[in-house]
């Protein structure tokens, strides 16, 4: 089992930026790939990046590239999402999830551990 807690949303302003985390526990964290989710209110969630279990590959969504910087510390458990140059169509409910398959699936149902979110709200 793996549970996963994100921190880091709040409200900023448009061009500014924000820091998510998502702690996991258990001990497999090392071994799962991870990925970022958002879901806006009457959206369906979207993939928003992913990185593969030691950090070796990524992936972003096009809106998102070159803005957001997904990483991960297996040493604490983390993976973070440095979001910059926030807009906002960025505003959403953020969670991260954990998957058991290979590299950086962008699919959810591909991703079998979730956390519950954190809202990011990016006005203008």
């Known amino acids: 089992q793996v549970q996963l807690v994100e921190s880091g949303g709040g409200s900023v302003q448009a061009g500014g930026s924000l820091r998510l985390s998502c702690r996991a526990s258990?001990?497999?964290?090392?071994?799962?790939?991870m990925g970022w989710f958002r879901q806006a209110p009457g959206n369906e969630r979207e993939f928003v990046a992913g990185?593969?279990?030691?950090?070796?590959?990524?992936g972003y969504t096009d809106s998102v590239k070159g803005r957001f910087t997904i990483s991960r510390d297996n040493a604490k458990n983390t993976v973070f999402l440095q979001m910059n140059n926030l807009k906002p169509e960025d505003t959403a409910v953020y969670s991260c999830?954990?998957?058991?398959?290979?590299?950086?699936?962008?699919?959810?149902?591909?991703?079998?551990?979730w956390g519950q979110g954190t809202q990011v709200t990016v006005s203008s």
């Open positions: 999830a954990a998957t058991l398959r290979v590299g950086v699936p962008i699919q959810g149902h591909d991703y079998t551990y």
């Open positions: 258990g001990r497999t964290f090392s071994r799962n790939g």
């Open positions: 990185i593969n279990y030691n950090g070796g590959s990524t």
